[in-house]
């Protein structure tokens, strides 16, 4: 587990992203930090990340989790993260790696359900169970067969069937930051970010103050009526 990837890929003195350096290794016994970070970058996506070993592990996951155990997500393997980043919501520059926004979308602690979980992530096979605010219950992560480079980074993340499975879009009923309870647009406002382009990541999608694109084009395009004399 190492960050030179993660560290590589930033430039520190423009990007409010933590770099995890100096960073004090936690006690051991003390429980694993678990979160997931909606991200409007070039693509709407949720980040899925697992301490283990002094980082955090991650997954980007394109469209959500889900708690039906009867669908399976995509969810592609990339570089460890810093602990320190799960805490980390606000706006990445454009023209950085991961442009865009982020939110806090949901966070806890997690545990392992296996005995050996190297040799469960060696295997592609790990099986957990979540604490968060939203995400409970377990759950279950598996290396698939891939395509080329990305042929050992696709994996699945599947909800076992428990008391906490259900069929309802947790994305959509649950938009919101479990930290500041603000949507991803209202994060970008806040941040000097790309309003527009964080509101598409939103159920509403709509833009503060603003009408919906498609209204207001459509409007502009309406010939106004004159009035007879």
Do not use: C
């Not at 995890?20 to 678990?34: A, C, H, I, S």
């Not at 790309?194 to 503060?208: L, R």
């Not at 103050?209 to 459509?218: C, E, H, N, V």
């Amino acid at each position: 587990m190492t960050l030179n990837e993660y560290q590589k890929k930033r430039h520190f003195g423009v990007t409010p992203e933590p770099s995890g350096k100096g960073k004090k290794p936690k006690d051991q016994g003390t429980d694993l930090t678990y979160v997931i970070q909606k991200h409007r970058a070039t693509n709407l996506h949720y980040d899925f990340r697992l301490e283990w070993h002094g980082t955090l592990l991650s997954w980007a996951v394109p469209k959500g989790p889900s708690r039906d155990p009867s669908v399976k997500r995509l969810a592609m393997l990339v570089e460890d993260h810093p602990i320190d980043y799960s805490g980390f919501e606000g706006v990445i520059p454009e023209g950085e790696y991961g442009g865009g926004t982020v939110m806090v979308w949901d966070n806890g602690t997690w545990e392992p359900e296996v005995e050996d979980v190297d040799a469960a992530l060696q295997k592609g096979d790990l099986k957990f169970t979540l604490h968060g605010k939203k995400l409970k219950g377990s759950w279950v992560l598996v290396r698939t067969r891939g395509y080329g480079r990305s042929s050992d980074k696709s994996w699945l993340l599947i909800k076992h069937r428990d008391q906490f499975a259900s069929t309802a879009d947790i994305t959509t009923e649950e938009p919101r930051s479990v930290t500041s309870k603000l949507l991803l647009a209202d994060i970008a406002r806040d941040g000097g970010g790309d309003v527009e382009k964080a509101a598409t990541g939103d159920p509403s999608a709509k833009i503060p103050g603003q009408r919906p694109a498609a209204k207001a084009k459509l409007a502009s395009a309406t010939p106004k009526r004159r009035k007879r004399l």
